[in-house]
């Protein structure tokens, strides 16, 4: 057997290995697709905290009945993004994986729906505490950092270039509590543009090659 064929063996050994061990189907389009819902509901937000506020600015009394519904409107779009961006994200993972002739759902995809969903649901709770107690300039930095958690537990499972989007979730969440008043443009950021960063890095280097 030549060298080549040795280093051929050993890669096939190393590929079933990570087959059986991480989840690896995660496509890099599911994060710039999930990046752009992110996106579209950050500037139809930024449309309406701009209408309200020249409203109260205009009108130089606070209106309490008016804050109440564009919070309802601001929770009910943010569950709207999620699942868009879910149900896109399913959906291109499901093509890779046919692709691929890979299991979509395996142990492998349950360790890491349940290490992510472990810190999701504890954020949601804590979200859901945080909006009761009316502290929703909280809720921006929140998000980031227990989805940046979500991400570094997840990674022990799958590719381990999610373990890094995760960090900068963090960091971008604790840099958010620094500054309460710009959560829009740092949700914004973190789960629209670190997305599409990530999700364009992801295809290079997993799936253009097959594409």
């Known amino acids: 057997m030549t ?3 040795h280093l051929d063996t050993l890669s096939d050994i190393k590929r079933m290995m990570e087959r059986s061990s991480r989840f690896i189907s995660l496509s890099g389009l599911s994060g710039i697709f999930a990046g752009c819902a992110a996106l579209a509901g950050a500037g139809i937000s930024y449309g309406w905290l701009h209408n309200y506020y020249i409203s109260w600015n205009t009108s130089g009394r606070f ?3 008016g804050f109440a519904w564009l919070r309802v409107k601001l929770i009910v779009l943010a569950l709207i993004v999620m699942v868009f961006a879910l149900a896109g994200g399913i959906f291109f993972t499901w093509r890779r994986a046919r692709r691929n002739k890979l299991p979509i759902w395996d142990v492998t995809s349950r360790n890491v729906l349940i290490n992510a969903l472990i810190p999701m ?3 949601g709770a ?8 009316n502290l929703e300039v909280m ?8 989805y940046g958690l979500a991400l570094v537990n997840a990674s022990k499972y799958t590719l381990s270039d999610i373990r890094y989007l995760g ?9 958010n509590v620094f500054y ?8 914004a950021v973190g789960f629209g543009v670190l997305h599409i960063f990530y999700g364009a890095i992801m ?3 997993y799936e253009r090659q097959s594409a």
Do not use: H, M, S, T
Not at 126 to 133: H, K
Not at 139 to 146: K, N, R, S, T
């Open 203 to 205: 295809w290079w280097k």
């Open 126 to 133: 804590f979200i859901a505490g945080l909006l009761y107690n």
């Open 3 to 5: 060298e080549q064929q």
């Open 139 to 146: 809720v921006a930095p929140a998000c980031l950092v227990f």
């Open 63 to 65: 209106d309490a009945e």
């Open 121 to 123: 649901i504890a954020g």
């Open 167 to 175: 960090i900068a979730e963090i960091v971008l969440g604790i840099l």
């Open 180 to 187: 309460l008043r710009r959560g829009l443009y740092f949700w």
